[in-house]
């Protein structure tokens, strides 16, 4: 079972970056699919999340309108989109796959940066 992610990198404030999550060992359909991300000297914090079933999302409210979290059942892979991005977005973003049926399933990406600066 793994993680990995791609996409992450230096970007000037308003730019946008796409970050992809490519899962092995099981079907990203079946697991509720999200971003997380934490910056230096603070907790890890949810971004955005999909629901197993894909029709459900949530967004912290600090990316509300430019993120977007989005999935892919052919290619078993997740993304976020990230337009206007701000400072305050820096950070390590960490992508997770949840499942609990009778056992908890709980995967994570290996975390790739996300730096805004000008």
């Known amino acids: 079972v793994q993680l990995v992610e791609s996409g992450g990198g230096l970007v000037q404030p308003g730019g946008s970056l796409r970050l992809s999550c490519a899962a092995s060992?099981?079907?990203?359909?079946?697991?509720?699919m999200s971003w997380y991300r934490q910056a230096p000297g603070k907790e890890r914090e949810l971004v955005a999340a999909?629901?197993?079933?894909?029709?459900?999302?949530d967004y912290a409210d600090s990316v509300k309108g430019r993120f977007t979290i989005s999935r892919d059942n052919a290619k078993n892979t997740v993304s976020l989109q990230m337009n206007s991005l701000k400072p305050e977005d820096t950070a390590v973003y960490y992508c997770?796959?949840?499942?609990?049926?009778?056992?908890?399933?709980?995967?994570w990406g290996q975390g790739p940066q996300v730096t805004v600066s000008s």
């Open positions: 060992g099981f079907t990203t359909s079946r697991y509720r």
């Open positions: 999909l629901s197993s079933a894909g029709s459900s999302t």
């Open positions: 997770n796959a949840l499942r609990v049926v009778v056992i908890r399933y709980d995967y």
